[in-house]
């Protein structure tokens, strides 16, 4: 059974940066398609950016294009989001998701989920 586990979270000052990892264990995710998503308080949950672990294919949201970066240590199985010029509404839950049936923003495909880890933007 595949199990995703996000860190990297925190508090951080807008125009700062962040990093989170997603950690894989249970499989390999060399097959699958990572995703980023994240929900704030009240609002629904939004796909950020995947990336596909075998071509290296990413995507991103036009909210983030420009200041996120996902990319992937096949060998640590772990997938990463490098986030920055962090601005105010970027505040909520980050998610990491894998799927293997295809890549997208929207969480349907996504079978696996970690349990989330906060981000916080705030002066």
């Known amino acids: 059974q595949l199990q995703l586990v996000e860190s990297g979270g925190g508090l951080v000052q807008p125009g700062g940066s962040l990093r989170l990892s997603c950690a894989a264990s249970?499989?390999?995710?060399?097959?699958?398609?990572i995703g980023w998503f994240r929900q704030a308080p009240g609002k629904e949950r939004e796909g950020v950016s995947y990336?596909?672990?075998?071509?290296?294919?990413?995507n991103y949201a036009d909210s983030v294009k420009g200041r996120f970066t996902v990319s992937r240590d096949n060998a640590k199985n772990t997938v990463y989001l490098q986030m920055n010029s962090l601005k105010p509404e970027d505040t909520a839950v980050y998610y990491c998701?894998?799927?293997?049936?295809?890549?997208?923003?929207?969480?349907?495909?996504?079978?696996?989920w970690g349990q989330g880890t906060q981000v916080t933007v705030s002066s």
């Open positions: 998701a894998a799927s293997v049936q295809g890549m997208s923003l929207v969480d349907s495909p996504y079978r696996y």
């Open positions: 249970g499989s390999t995710i060399n097959y699958y398609t």
């Open positions: 990336i596909n672990m075998n071509s290296g294919i990413r």
